[in-house]
Nanobody, 114 residues
Framework: QVQLVESGGGLVQPGGSLRLSCAAS????????MGWYRQPPGKEREQVATITSNGRTNYADSVKGRFTISRHNAKNTMVLQMNNLKPEDTAVYYC????????WGQGTQVRVSA
C-alpha cells in the first residue's frame, strides 16, 4: 500500500501563497485518481481538488481560480499550489488517493491569519 507524506504547510497572511507537496512511498503512475482534502477546525473533511492519471482536474468551488493541483508521476509526487489564501482556507490539508476508498497521509497544517 502506498504511503503519503505531506509537507509545506505553515502560517501565512491573507493574500499570500503556499505550496503543499505530497511524497508517495511507491509508484503513483498506476493510481488513477489522487487529490487533496482539508479539514477546517471544528468541521468535517472536505475535498479540495482531484487529478486523474491523465491530468484531468476538478476543484471545489471555494478554491477555483486560486488553487492548482498537479502530479508528477515520474517523481511520485503531487503538489497543491495555493494562491490568494483566505482565512477560511485554514485547515489541515491531506494528500490522498483512491483505491477501494480514499487513503490519506497524516496531514499538514495551514493557517491563514494576519
Amino acid at each position: 500500500q502506498v504511503q503519503l507524506v505531506e509537507s509545506g504547510g505553515g502560517l501565512v497572511q491573507p493574500g499570500g501563497s503556499l505550496r503543499l507537496s505530497c511524497a508517495a512511498s511507491g509508484m503513483i503512475s498506476s493510481i488513477y485518481l489522487m487529490g487533496w482534502y482539508r479539514q477546517p477546525p471544528g468541521k468535517e473533511r472536505e475535498q479540495v481538488a482531484t487529478i486523474t492519471s491523465n491530468g484531468r482536474t476538478n476543484y471545489a468551488d471555494s478554491v477555483k481560480g486560486r488553487f492548482t493541483i498537479s502530479r508528477h508521476n515520474a517523481k511520485n509526487t503531487m503538489v497543491l499550489q495555493m494562491n490568494n489564501l483566505k482565512p477560511e482556507d485554514t485547515a489541515v490539508y491531506y494528500c490522498s488517493y483512491y483505491s477501494a476508498g480514499w487513503n490519506w497521509g497524516q496531514g499538514t497544517q495551514v493557517r491563514v491569519s494576519a
